[in-house]
């Protein structure tokens, strides 16, 4: 849509990246740049970058960069308009509305009501005749009051094929919505249906109260046991948490996240609000930093099988990375949080909580149950494994404290446990330098892009392209007199595109702002200018710069296309100031 220029050069004004970026990041400065731990892949160094001075952001581990607009379209998964939207709201900003941009919100709009309304429906069919089953199975069989009932809005989906559409339809909804909203499926022949069909319903609730989704666990023992619905325009199960919009409110300190629907709702029940559950996924990093906005103190309340063990040592560093202090509760006697309450009462699983491991001390005794300590061989293992995961710790003390224990555990010294996670330790940091070595031994490779869907066929070229758009960016007033260069020279076509790009924006009139960007280019693309842009220039240099990268594009552009044999002691020298522009920055 388009959205006007104007607006958007003062919504990027408003919304500071550093300010905007900080409430997701824990940002320190070094330097000209802050530094925060990526929000968007999993790392304990920072080479998450905000330049000021720029108004971009930028990944060094994963390679994701853009502005304002796109950190919000990446972070909170937003279409551009809808991020436009939510900083225009953080600003105190009216978004000028249009047909588009009207008939996207509306859709939405569409969507939540008809959610809503399905959600009502499976409620009211729960309390009726035909939803007996479902009353006997979670008043009966689950112990739940009717006030959890009610206030978790939980429901009973027909025995049918089509008991849904046939009820929303009659309320003046689509078969395209209920499609649209995840509520049913099509077949290969055309035929749609209810996606729940005689299922518990759970209606997930965004933190806005907004019913975004269902999950759905069957009765008859039939499979899958859980149905959950599938990721929509107002549903993402990798960036929503089963409630929260609850647990948010808790004033317990923390937060219990468990592993299903039930878990969460029945410690509710017994006392616990604090309690969440993922929605049909693992832990991801976009949980993660979720919850860190609302806990400081995480507690891990999987069941206590082998795949709950798995689940909780793949969300420990998940969680740890975004600074929240994590625990892991063991529920023995029971095959999770639910059965436990069941069985033992309130107080025994709040001792349980207050008797809950840190993740370190969890960690150990996992690698521990997996030796028997009395054998020499494997008591040898044992100490080396956790000498191993000891060495990842960034606190001498903790590895001090913690290498004792175990050193204790197993009847050696302390001081040999310390040598042994000193010697683990050095050992990963030869290992990091090689793999820094074998990097700066093959600059060319490093010069490539990290995204592997964008290649360079020609790496002198695009390093002078790349200089191209970096001072159009920097400094667009070089480009009023439009140079003598045309975007088919270019030899990536993503270069080449973007440069178009820019200079039709210029001959315009428009923006050339990063952050207006994000409208008409990929995250990817975004990811990948960002990066351009965060590559030191020579900006008192830039009109000789600009001219040399130029030169470069051409006489590369006349050898591909073969419009006339360069002289062979000018490509002598193209191949010298080539092998030259490996270890530089694209000019002499």
């Not at 802050?34 to 970058?49: R, V």
Request: overall charge positive; hydrophobic content about 35%.
């Amino acid at each position: 849509m388009a959205i006007p220029e104007a607006f958007l050069d003062e919504l990027v004004a408003r919304n500071e990246i550093s300010d905007v970026v900080s409430s997701y990041v824990h940002l320190t400065r070094k330097g000209n740049n802050l530094w925060g731990l990526c929000p968007f892949h999993n790392e304990k160094t920072p080479s998450f970058s905000v330049s000021t001075d720029k108004q971009i952001y930028h990944c060094f581990g994963c390679g994701k960069g853009g502005g304002v607009i796109s950190f919000i379209m990446e972070i909170e998964n937003l279409p551009f308009v809808e991020a436009v939207r939510l900083l225009a709201q953080r600003s105190g900003m009216e978004l000028p509305e249009n047909g588009e941009n009207e008939g996207y919100r509306r859709r939405k709009e569409r969507l939540l009501a008809l959610n809503k309304e399905a959600a009502r429906f499976f409620h009211q069919r729960l309390l009726s005749p035909q939803g007996a089953a479902g009353a006997e199975y979670l008043f009966g069989k689950r112990k739940l009051s009717k006030g959890v009932v009610t206030r978790f809005g939980l429901g009973m989906s027909p025995d049918g094929w089509d008991g849904l559409i046939t009820a929303m339809i009659a309320k003046g909804y689509t078969k395209r919505e209920l499609l649209d909203a995840g509520l049913a499926v099509d077949n290969k022949k055309g035929r749609i249906y209810d996606r729940f069909r005689n299922r518990v319903m759970f209606p997930i609730i965004d933190l806005r109260g907004e019913v975004i989704g269902f999950g759905g666990r069957v009765l008859d023992g039939s499979e899958p046991k859980y149905l959950n619905s599938p990721d929509t325009v107002i549903y993402n199960k990798s960036r929503n948490l089963f409630a929260l919009n609850l647990a948010r409110k808790s004033k317990q300190g923390r937060i219990i996240l468990t592993e299903g629907y039930m878990d969460t709702i029945s410690l509710h029940q017994a006392g616990f609000d604090c309690a969440v559950a993922s929605l049909g996924t693992s832990l991801t990093q976009e949980h993660a930093h979720l919850l860190s906005r609302y806990t400081k103190e995480a507690v891990i309340a999987y069941d206590g099988d082998g795949a709950g063990v798995s689940a909780a040592q793949r969300a420990i560093p998940i969680l740890e990375k975004t600074g929240i202090q994590v625990k892991v509760l063991q529920v023995r006697g029971a095959k999770d949080p639910d059965e436990f309450i069941q069985k033992y009462g309130r107080e025994a699983f709040q001792k349980l909580i207050t008797g809950s491991e840190n993740h370190i001390e969890y960690r150990l005794r996992q690698i521990q149950t997996k030796y028997n300590l009395e054998d020499d061989t494997q008591r040898v293992d044992f100490l080396r494994e956790c000498a191993a995961m000891l060495a990842t710790l960034p606190s001498p003390v903790e590895r001090e404290v913690y290498g004792g224990r175990m050193a204790a555990l197993a009847g050696v010294s302390p001081e040999t446990m310390a040598q042994e996670i000193k010697r683990e330790g050095e050992r990963r940091l030869r290992q990091a330098k090689k793999q820094q070595e074998r990097k700066e031994l093959t600059p060319a490779i490093q010069l490539q892009p990290k995204n592997y869907g964008i290649r360079y066929e020609n790496l002198r070229s695009a390093r002078a392209e790349e200089g191209v758009l970096r001072l159009m960016l920097l400094e667009p007033d070089l480009f009023r007199d439009m140079p003598d260069l045309k975007p088919e020279q270019f030899s990536s076509p993503l270069l080449g595109k973007v440069y178009a790009l820019l200079l039709r924006r210029l001959e315009e009139g428009r923006s050339i702002q990063l952050s207006t960007l994000a409208a008409e280019l990929e995250p990817q693309e975004m990811s990948h200018l960002a990066s351009i842009l965060e590559q030191p220039e020579s900006l008192p240099n830039s009109r000789q710069a600009l001219r040399d990268y130029i030169a470069i594009i051409q006489t590369e552009a006349l050898k591909r296309g073969g419009d006339g044999e360069l002289d062979p002691l000018l490509a002598a020298r193209n191949k010298f100031r080539e092998k030259k522009a490996y270890g530089g920055n694209g000019h002499e």
